[in-house]
């Protein structure tokens, strides 16, 4: 019963530091979404794919990175973390054409940079 | 102005209370979710709805598209309700993105 995996489901970064968020989903999903949510603001899209080698820009893409070399696995970077990227990030998954289904989320990574 | 609008921002209800929850947008859509957050909790579809009217135990949603409106209902409300409700709308195109309403939170009392 894995659905969507997110590790690590916490991350205390300091300034400049780099790392590497991690998204698994095992539905066979096309497309994979790196999500920022913070207090007072909608979830904003960070990075998008579309399937397998693909990766596109979302709303508010700077500072991170993303590669989706596996169907499976979708990883957002982070090669220099500044105290805005303090935030709570989440992965969400879904099929890539309109088969009447929803997206599936991952619990969730809440990232602290000081 | 956001495209997806949710109101209340914030309710409290008493326990066994009906609760109504609206998302009004204002983009063509070709789906609107509803998710539950609960404080701290990760994020679960709740629905997907094009048309009409969805129900699942004691949650129900519509929508109307002439209106771009959706509400989410619940009967019989319990303290295990309590979390925030997020509306999603999915404008179509070949990425299927999401836009999120600022979500509402749902306090329910004993």
């Known amino acids: 019963n894995a659905g969507v995996t997110q590790t690590p489901k916490f991350r205390v970064l300091k300034t400049g530091q780099s790392m590497t968020l991690l998204c698994a989903q095992d539905m066979n999903h096309e497309y994979m979404y790196w999500y920022r949510q913070d207090p007072g603001m909608g979830l904003r899209l960070i990075h998008y794919s579309v399937g397998e080698g693909t990766t596109a820009k979302g709303e508010v893409p700077d500072g991170y990175n993303v590669s989706r070399l596996k169907k499976q696995n979708f990883l957002l970077g982070l090669e220099s973390a500044a105290p805005s990227q303090t935030s709570v990030y989440f992965c969400?998954?879904?099929?890539?054409?309109?088969?009447?289904?929803?997206?599936?989320f991952g619990s969730g990574t809440r990232l602290t940079v000081v | 102005k956001n495209e997806v609008e949710q109101s209340p921002q914030n309710l409290t209800a008493q326990e066994g209370e009906f609760i109504t929850i609206n998302c009004s947008y204002s983009?063509?859509?070709?789906?609107l979710h509803w998710l539950q957050q609960h404080p701290g909790g990760g994020i679960v579809s709740l629905f997907m709805?094009?048309?009409g009217k969805k129900k699942h135990g004691r949650l129900i949603a519509t929508i109307n598209i002439q209106e771009k409106h959706s509400s989410l209902h619940i009967t019989a409300s319990h303290p295990r309700d309590s979390a925030v409700y997020i509306c999603?709308?999915?404008?179509?195109?070949?990425?299927?993105?999401?836009?999120f309403g600022k979500g509402t939170l749902l306090t329910v009392n004993p």
């Open positions: 709805l094009s048309s």
């Open positions: 969400a998954s879904s099929f890539g054409s309109n088969r009447g289904v929803g997206y599936t």
């Open positions: 999603a709308v999915n404008s179509g195109g070949s990425n299927y993105k999401l836009t």
């Open positions: 983009v063509g859509i070709s789906a």
